[in-house]
């Protein structure tokens, strides 16, 4: 079946770049969820689009801005990028919010030097 | 405002012993869902179970079973007889039913299993 698709896997950025992640959600799936995770923390909740519009809006700092395309996928926009914003990202998507559970990508991981 | 507690940060235990992980969870909403993630140092978030909170229903699967208790707001995962590779960091998470609503994480367990 198919997954949740992230990309990039990896990604090295240096301080006051700025970053893309895309996620591809799980076809038929109506949510995308967008969570930050630092090293030893819990997924922290950034954004997420129901239908193509923002339903709820967690932690997100301004410097960070997001989307969901007429074709579902996502993408998560990083700019002035810190030290601090080196983490996983995560992508999740769902179909009617939580009736049917919650699809994670495998993440991209934030390096910033 | 929703809220999940994993009192344990670390639990050590010796392949073959039974160990439990506990979650206490806070809600306003009369229908929610509960559910446990294995994060393995590989990273991804592996899922384990869903509970709705009109299922109170204990349920086993293999050597995992988990426990849920509306009176007392939690839901706990039992691993019996624990093997190395159960060694990760579990979160038990919580969402409300509406749609687009987000989950919501403990701060999760990191279990280290010996042999």
């Known amino acids: 079946a198919a997954g949740v698709i992230q990309s990039p896997r990896h990604l090295i950025k240096e301080k006051r770049e700025t970053a893309t992640l895309k996620c591809y959600p799980i076809?038929?799936?109506?949510?995308v969820y967008w969570y930050q995770q630092g090293p030893g923390q819990d997924p922290q909740f950034l954004i997420s689009f129901y239908e193509k519009m923002q339903s709820d809006k967690g932690s997100i700092p301004d410097r960070f801005s997001a989307q969901q395309f007429s074709d579902y996928h996502s993408e998560l926009n990083m700019s002035s990028l810190e030290l601090g914003d080196s983490a996983l990202y995560f992508c999740?998507?769902?179909?009617?919010?939580?009736?049917?559970?919650?699809?994670f990508g495998s993440g991209t991981r934030l390096t910033v030097v | 405002a929703q809220k999940v507690t994993q009192a344990q940060t670390e639990i050590s235990v010796v392949e073959k012993e039974d160990v439990t992980l506990d979650c206490v969870y806070e809600t306003r909403d009369t229908t929610y869902y509960l559910f446990w993630y294995k994060q393995p140092p590989s990273g991804e978030l592996v899922f384990l179970i869903r509970r709705n909170s009109f299922d109170e229903q204990n349920e086993i699967s293999g050597r995992y079973s988990w426990n849920f208790q509306k009176s007392t707001s939690s839901f706990n995962f039992t691993i019996t007889a624990s093997q190395v590779v159960d060694s990760a960091v579990y979160f038990c998470?919580?969402?409300?039913?509406?749609?687009?609503?987000?989950?919501?994480f403990g701060k999760g367990t990191t279990l280290s299993v010996s042999s």
């Open positions: 998470a919580l969402s409300e039913a509406q749609a687009g609503t987000a989950l919501i």
């Open positions: 076809p038929r799936h109506d949510t």
């Open positions: 999740a998507s769902s179909l009617q919010g939580s009736r049917y559970g919650y699809t």
